[in-house]
């Protein structure tokens, strides 16, 4: 375990901590991988342990058929007294046959596949020749050995680009690949404003419907909806596309700079795009004024989960008025957030990675009045009289774009607002009646 100093935000390298990670695994993004992805089922090949996580964290859907489920690796399994390819070959038949309406079964690694090495790409090959292409097959890891819970987004991404992408395709290219998972009131308030602009030829991967092909030609263009999609967007540059740079739709700033990074490319008017986001963005404006007494001057702490922190960050510090005493994000992909950095203010925190007694250390000697982390810190947090905010909420909730800048901005304020009323300090709280 390294014993490495977090380093100040504007400095070309942060250095890097190494100790484990204190975060959901992958298999956590099937969460809302699957609400979004409805033609789907997602089958872990995984132990009771990930049944369990995945059942709740998800909850158990009662009224309707799940479109998860685990695949649970027995004993004998692990020990090799059973052909571990049959047993899933047969697994699968049966979920088939009884759900007929699955397009595209989606095997997802856990860590006892990993260990035990069950190639299940390998697997998606040969339930392909026997299932396809009325039902087709992927395969990607979850493991918590080798992601974080927005990874798992990742890989699904890069392993369905690389299933979407092929010569089997057919019809126009997309103009533009919105890459990176969004709540479905999300991508239609997107596509409303693509469609003011005149911008066509639009494909939002994932989309509602997984079977549907995204054919990448070589005009076609990318951004990214989330900073934390490395794999996917390697993915779609191998097959030719190329990437717009811009930070990410947070917050009216990152809303507006990140259509204007898309208008720029594709030659819109710059005058017609300030017509078309005049109105959403007063409504921002007037939904985080709402919030901002709560967040203004207060001093926000960030442990590393989703890969999301400097971009939240950014939103809280330019947006909200808040103070950032650390920025931590299980990973740094330096040209995808090269602009959230440069954004951050000078001198602010910054740390790559996790060792998580150091961290906890540097949180309560800046003792600050909001702590964004995962649910496993969050409680002891709050034990001790902190305040806390549980980073995978920021993944769960529909927080991008104008229409939802107020909501961001109140996930930040709903842990303050409640303290106050805890503890009696309604000093906050009349701004926003
Ligand atoms: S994949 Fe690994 S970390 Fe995730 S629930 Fe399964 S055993 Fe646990």
């Not at 935000?9 to 992958?26: A, L, S, Y």
């Not at 035990?116 to 087709?136: E, F, Q």
């Not at 602009?197 to 639009?202: D, I, R």
Request: charged share 25%; proline share 5%.
């Amino acid at each position: 375990m390294s014993v490495a100093q977090p380093v100040a935000c504007n400095e070309p390298t942060p250095i890097r901590q190494r100790g484990q990670h204190e975060v959901f695994c992958g298999l956590t993004s099937i969460i809302w991988l699957h609400r979004k992805v409805q033609d789907a089922f997602f089958l872990v090949v995984g132990s009771r342990t990930c049944a369990h996580l995945l059942q709740s964290a998800a909850g158990v859907m009662i009224f309707s058929e799940p479109r998860f489920a685990t695949a649970i690796m027995e004993e004998r399994d692990l020990a090799g007294m059973a052909d571990m390819h049959d047993e899933l070959d047969n697994v699968v038949a049966r979920l088939l046959e009884r759900r007929p309406d699955i397009r595209m079964l989606v095997l997802v690694g856990s860590c006892p596949s990993e260990v035990i090495k069950l190639d299940l790409s390998r697997a998606a090959s040969r339930l392909n020749a026997v299932h396809a292409p009325r039902h087709r097959v992927i395969a990607y890891s979850g493991s918590g050995i080798e992601t974080t819970f927005t990874q798992g987004e990742d890989n699904f991404l890069a392993a369905l680009i690389a299933d979407k992408a092929s010569p089997r395709s057919a019809g126009e290219a997309a103009k533009l690949v919105v890459l990176g998972c969004l709540a479905d009131v999300v991508e239609d308030q997107f596509s409303r404003l693509f469609a003011e602009l005149g911008l066509s030829g639009v494909t939002f991967l994932p989309g509602r419907d997984a079977i549907k092909g995204l054919v990448v030609g070589p005009e076609t263009r990318f951004i990214l909806a989330q900073p934390y999609l490395g794999a996917a967007a390697a993915a779609l540059e191998a097959r030719g596309a190329r990437r717009i740079d811009s930070i990410f739709p947070l917050g009216a700033e990152g809303t507006s700079a990140w259509l204007r990074a898309i208008c720029m490319t594709f030659g819109v008017d710059m005058a017609r795009l300030d017509a078309v986001v005049a109105q959403p963005r007063r409504r921002a404006a007037e939904a985080m004024a709402h919030y901002r007494p709560w967040l203004e001057g207060r001093r926000v702490f960030f442990f590393p989960d989703s890969q999301m922190e400097p971009s939240l960050a950014r939103f809280l510090s330019r947006e909200m008025g808040s103070e950032l005493l650390e920025v931590g994000s299980p990973y740094l992909h330096r040209e995808h957030v090269a602009g959230e950095l440069a954004l951050l203010p000078p001198g602010v925190t910054l740390s790559e990675g996790q060792d998580v007694d150091e961290q906890i250390d540097r949180c309560r000697t800046a003792n600050p009045d909001l702590i964004v982390c995962g649910l496993g810190l969050a409680n002891p947090f709050e034990a001790e009289g902190r305040v806390s905010k549980w980073s995978i909420e920021f993944s769960f909730t529909p927080i991008q774009g104008f229409e939802q800048a107020g909501d961001l901005a109140e996930l930040f304020a709903r842990p303050l607002m409640r303290n106050a009323i805890l503890t009696g300090g309604a000093d906050r709280r009349e701004a926003v009646r």
